[in-house]
C-alpha cells in the first residue's frame, strides 16, 4: 500500500501549481527573498505540531545572508555613501560575505572580504571564484584589534571609495527582515504563526522579524536558540553576557556580545542546543525529509522540535533553513571531523552512509 507521503509525490498538480513564481523576477536584486515556506510532514507529524521552514538556501546566492547583503549595500547607497567603482568591505563567517560578492558583480563594485580563519572552505572557495578579495584572519575575541571585523573596519578607513557595511551593527541588516522576512511568515501563514525561533550570528534576521510579527500579535513565541561557546542563551534567560561551554560546529551563528541588530529585540526565551542534536537533525532532514542543509538549520529545527513539546498541539511553529550542506562538505559531511569533535559515536547508524 502507498504511504500518505507516496500518494503526495505521485500527485500530478504538482508542475502546474507556479503560482509562487509567477511573475518575472528583475536582476540578482528582485531574486532575493519571498522564499517558499515549507511543512515537514514527518517532523510535523511526530511533534503534533505544524514545523514550517522558511527555505533561505533558495536565495540566489545560497543563503538567508542575500537580504541581509542587499539591505547593507541598498543603506549605503541611500546615504550617498557609495559612489562608482566603489569597494565593499565586510567582516563575515561567509555568507553575508557571498551576497555582497553577487550584489558587487551585479552594480561593477569591488568587493574585499575579511573573515576567521575556522570557516569552512567551501565559503572561501565561493568567494574567490565570485571576485571577491578573501584574507583570512586568526580567531579572535572582539576586544581584539586583530578581530577580522575591525580589520575590515580598517580597511575601509584606509582605502579610497571604500565602504565597510558593518552587519553585526548597523540595523539596516534587522531593518531588512523587518520588512522583507517578518511580512512574508505572517503573510505566508496567514498570521496563524504561534512560535518563530532560531539561531543568530548578527541577530538580524531574528530581531527583524520578530520585531515585525510582535507588532502583529504580542502572543507569538520568539526564542532564541544558541549553539555551544556563545553568551547569548545566558543574556537572554539572566541578563549576563556568560558564555556557554564548548566551541560548535555550526557555522555563522553564536555569539560572544550583544550586537547593535540583537539589542532590545523582543526575544521571549532562549534555548541551548548541543552539536549533536543539531548535527542528528542535519542528518534527520537528509535522510528521511529529503532536505539537504547545513548545520545552523539543523539547529533550528532542532530548536523548533524541543519547543514543540511545550506548545498545544496544532501549533505553528516557524523556523529557517539559512543554506544548503553543499558548503560544508569538509565538517558536518566529514567522518574524520565529526569523530574528532565527539560527534561520531552517537550519530545514529543509519546515517553513517551519508559520510565519508
Ligand atoms: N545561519 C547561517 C548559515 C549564517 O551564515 C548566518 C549568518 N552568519 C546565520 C544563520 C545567522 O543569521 P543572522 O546574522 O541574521 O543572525
Known amino acids: 500500500m502507498l504511504s500518505k507521503t507516496m500518494r503526495y509525490y505521485g500527485q500530478r498538480s504538482l508542475s502546474t501549481d507556479v503560482s509562487a513564481y509567477a511573475r518575472i523576477l528583475e536582476g540578482f536584486r528582485g531574486s532575493i527573498g519571498n522564499t517558499p515556506l515549507i511543512r515537514l510532514p514527518k517532523l510535523s507529524q511526530e511533534t503534533g505540531c505544524n514545523i514550517l521552514v522558511k527555505a533561505e538556501y533558495l536565495n540566489p546566492g545560497g543563503s538567508i545572508k542575500d537580504r541581509a547583503a542587499l ?33 558587487c558583480n551585479a ?28 584574507t583570512t584572519v586568526p580567531v579572535v575575541p572582539i576586544t581584539d584589534p ?64 520578530c520585531m515585525y510579527l510582535k507588532e ?55 534555548l541551548f542546543i548541543k552539536d549533536q542534536d543539531s548535527v542528528n537533525m542535519v542528518f534527520k532532514l537528509l535522510c528521511e525529509e529529503g532536505f539537504f542543509i547545513g548545520a545552523s538549520s539543523g539547529l533550528n529545527v532542532a ?23 553543499q558548503k560544508y562538505f569538509n565538517r558536518l559531511f566529514n567522518k574524520n571531523e565529526l569523530s574528532k569533535r565527539g560527534l561520531l559515536d552517537q550519530l545514529p547508524e543509519q546515517y553513517h552512509k551519508n559520510i565519508f
Open 71 to 103: 539591505f547593507l549595500i541598498k543603506d549605503a547607497l541611500d546615504k550617498n555613501l557609495i559612489k562608482s567603482g566603489a569597494t565593499i568591505v565586510e567582516g563575515t563567517a561567509g555568507n553575508t560575505g557571498i551576497g555582497l560578492a553577487h550584489i
Open 107 to 134: 552594480l561593477g563594485f569591488k568587493c574585499v572580504i575579511f573573515m576567521p580563519d575556522n570557516q569552512s572552505k567551501e565559503k572561501i572557495d565561493i568567494l574567490r571564484v565570485l571576485g571577491a578579495e578573501v
Open 146 to 209: 586583530n578581530n577580522y571585523n575591525h580589520h575590515a573596519k580598517r580597511y575601509a578607513e584606509q582605502h579610497e571609495n571604500s565602504v565597510w557595511t558593518n552587519q553585526f551593527d548597523n540595523r539596516a541588516n534587522r531593518d531588512g527582515h523587518y520588512s522583507t522576512t517578518g511580512p512574508e511568515v505572517w503573510t505566508q501563514t496567514n498570521g496563524k504563526v504561534n512560535a518563530f525561533v532560531m539561531s543568530t550570528g548578527t541577530g538580524g534576521t531574528l530581531a527583524g522579524t
Open 216 to 270: 502583529k500579535n504580542s502572543k507569538i513565541r520568539t526564542v532564541l536558540a544558541d549553539p555551544p561557546g556563545s553568551v547569548l542563551y545566558h543574556y537572554i534567560k539572566s541578563g549576563k553576557l556568560e558564555r556557554t561551554d564548548g566551541s560548535s560546529i555550526t557555522e555563522g551563528i553564536g555569539q560572544g556580545r550583544l550586537t547593535q541588530n540583537l539589542k532590545d529585540a523582543p526575544i521571549d526565551e532562549s
Open 303 to 325: 530548536a523548533a522540535v524541543e519547543i514543540s513539546k511545550s506548545m498545544p498541539k496544532g501549533s505553528t511553529i516557524v523556523t529557517t533553513i539559512c543554506d544548503n550542506g
